[in-house]
C-alpha cells in the first residue's frame, strides 16, 4: 500500500486553499497533484479539525493498526496451541 505523501497538516493547508474560493477545487487538485476523489475524502474528514487535532488522528489510527496485528498475532497463537493440545 502506497504511503501518504502529505501530511496532516499539508492536508489542511490545500483543504484552507480551496475554502478561500480563490482557486476551483480542480484547480488546487491539480497544482497539488491529487484527484478530486481525494479531495473531497479528505474533506469528509479532517473538516474542522485544528493541526493538532490532525495529528492526533494520526497517532490513533497508527496505534489501532498496532493493536490489531497484535490482536491477529495472538489469535494465531492460540490456535496453534489449540490445535497442538486436540493432537494429544
Known amino acids: 500500500m502506497k504511503q501518504n505523501q502529505f501530511s496532516p497538516e499539508q492536508i489542511l493547508a490545500i483543504l484552507h486553499q480551496a475554502e478561500t474560493g480563490e482557486q476551483t ?8 497533484g491529487l484527484t478530486e476523489t481525494t479531495f473531497y475524502r479528505w ?3 479532517y473538516a474542522g479539525m485544528s493541526v493538532p487535532e490532525a ?3 494520526k497517532e ?3 496505534e489501532n493498526a498496532r493493536l490489531k496485528r497484535l490482536l491477529a498475532e495472538r489469535d494465531l497463537a492460540l490456535d496453534a496451541l489449540q490445535e497442538y493440545l486436540a493432537k494429544k
Open 25 to 32: 477545487i480542480q484547480a488546487v487538485c491539480r497544482q497539488h
Open 43 to 45: 474533506r469528509k474528514k
Open 55 to 57: 495529528q492526533r488522528l
Open 60 to 62: 490513533l489510527e497508527k
